[in-house]
T-cell receptor, first 111, second 117 residues
Framework: RKEVEQDPGPFNVPEGATVAFNCTYS??????FFWYRQDCRKEPKLLMS?????NEDGRFTAQLNRASQYISLLIRDSKLSDSATYLC????????????WGAGTKLIIKP | EAQVTQNPRYLITVTGKKLTVTCSQN?????MSWYRQDPGLGLRQIYY???????DKGDVPEGYKVSRKEKRNFPLILESPSPNQTSLYFC????????????????FGPGTRLTVT
C-alpha cells in the first residue's frame, strides 16, 4: 500500500461546478499536510496547507480527518484555470523532515 | 526575483556518459532537495541537504550523487546514467524545516527532462 494515495482521475468537471477529491495517508503519525498544484509539464507550487480545524482560501477549502486518515480539497465555482494536477503531501515531522508525495489527481475543467 | 534555476532543462544522453544537472537558488534557503517524477508515481526524493556540507539520502539515491559546497548550489550528478534514470527531475529549496510549518513550502525549479538511451 502506498503511503499517500490519490485517485489519479481525470476528473472532468463543467465550469462553475464544485469538485472535491480526497487523499488518504497510511501513517497515523503524520503531522503536516499540504496541497500543491502542478500544471502540465511545470513545477509544483504550494496551493495551501491543511490545518486540523480545516481552512479556506477563497474558492478552495481543505479539510483534515485524522480518524479516517485522509485530507480533502474542495473547489467551488471552478474556473478553466483550475485545470491542473493536485498533489497531496504529508510530513511525518520526523528527524528527516521528509515529505511524502501522492501521485496527484488530474482535474480538467470544461467550458 | 526569488527563484530556483536548473540546467539543462532538457537532456538526451547515452548510457554511461556522466552528467551533471545544476541547481541554484537565490533565497538563502538552508534546505535543498532533488526529486524525480515518473508517471503514476509521486515525487520521490533522491537526496536532500539541510545545509552546506550536509547531505543525506532520500528514498531513491542509487545511481546519484550530490554535493553542497555552497549554500545556493546543489548539483545532481549521474556518474553512469542508465535508461531507468529517464525521468523528470526537480530541484527544490525551502527554509530549514525545524522553523515550523511555514518553512515546509518547497520552491521548485522548472524541471529537467532527462532521457537516457
Amino acid at each position: 500500500r502506498k503511503e499517500v494515495e490519490q485517485d489519479p482521475g481525470p476528473f472532468n468537471v463543467p465550469e462553475g461546478a464544485t469538485v472535491a477529491f480526497n487523499c488518504t495517508y497510511s501513517n497515523s503519525a503524520s503531522q503536516s499536510f499540504f496541497w500543491y498544484r502542478q500544471d502540465c509539464r511545470k513545477e509544483p507550487k504550494l496551493l495551501m496547507s491543511v490545518y486540523s480545524s480545516g481552512n479556506e482560501d477563497g474558492r478552495f477549502t481543505a479539510q483534515l480527518n485524522r480518524a479516517s486518515q485522509y485530507i480533502s480539497l474542495l473547489i467551488r465555482d471552478s474556473k478553466l484555470s483550475d485545470s491542473a494536477t493536485y498533489l497531496c503531501v504529508v510530513n511525518l515531522m520526523d528527524s528527516n523532515y521528509q515529505l511524502i508525495w501522492g501521485a496527484g489527481t488530474k482535474l480538467i475543467i470544461k467550458p | 526575483e526569488a527563484q530556483v534555476t536548473q540546467n539543462p532543462r532538457y537532456l538526451i544522453t547515452v548510457t554511461g556518459k556522466k552528467l551533471t544537472v545544476t541547481c541554484s537558488q537565490n533565497m538563502n534557503h538552508e534546505y535543498m532537495s532533488w526529486y524525480r517524477q515518473d508517471p503514476g508515481l509521486g515525487l520521490r526524493q533522491i537526496y536532500y541537504s539541510m545545509n552546506v556540507e550536509v547531505t543525506d539520502k532520500g528514498d531513491v539515491p542509487e545511481g546519484y550523487k550530490v554535493s553542497r559546497k555552497e549554500k545556493r548550489n546543489f548539483p545532481l550528478i549521474l556518474e553512469s546514467p542508465s535508461p531507468n534514470q529517464t525521468s523528470l527531475y526537480f530541484c527544490a529549496s525551502s527554509s530549514h524545516p525545524s522553523r515550523g510549518r511555514a518553512s515546509y513550502e518547497q520552491y521548485f525549479g522548472p524541471g529537467t527532462r532527462l532521457t537516457v538511451t
